[in-house]
């Protein structure tokens, strides 16, 4: 039984499959090409000044961690849907492959793990457990 994930629909959608030929109800069309995908990050850069995307981005967050990990395969000589080309572009625009876990940035509005740490251990204190 195979599973379809994303990497895989991904990989479809950069070969031309349509998913959705038909009008066919249901279909959710978050399938993006390479090209929309650059655009999408050139769009982000242009509002944000960085491309420091956190991965719970709503827009581009999870391709921004499936590139992160198709670059940590095609440098472990794995293969990869990250070839040369598509590694230029993401470079040449400045990405992010690699980020510390000091470095993450925290979506506006929301708490780091460290503060919600914090408030674990403060409510430990108070009341005894962690249920």
Avoid: C
Avoid at 29 to 43: A, F, H, K, N, V
Avoid at 87 to 112: H, Q, Y
């Amino acid at each position: 039984l195979s599973k379809m994930t994303a990497v895989r629909m991904q990989k479809l959608n950069d070969i031309g499959f349509k998913f959705n030929p038909g009008g066919v109800r249901g279909f959710h069309p978050g399938y993006l090409t390479w090209e929309q995908r650059m655009d999408q990050l050139r769009e982000y850069k242009a509002k944000h000044g960085h491309l420091h995307i956190p991965v719970t981005d709503p827009k581009i967050g999870e391709f921004v961690s499936r590139q992160r990990a198709e670059y940590i395969k095609m440098n472990a000589g794995k293969q990869s849907s990250l070839n040369e080309s598509r590694l230029k572009d993401l470079t040449d625009l400045g990405f992010i492959f690699r980020v510390n876990i000091e470095d993450r940035i925290v979506p506006e509005g929301k708490k780091s793990w460290d503060e919600r740490f914090e408030e674990l251990l403060e409510f430990k204190a108070t009341y005894g457990h962690t249920l």
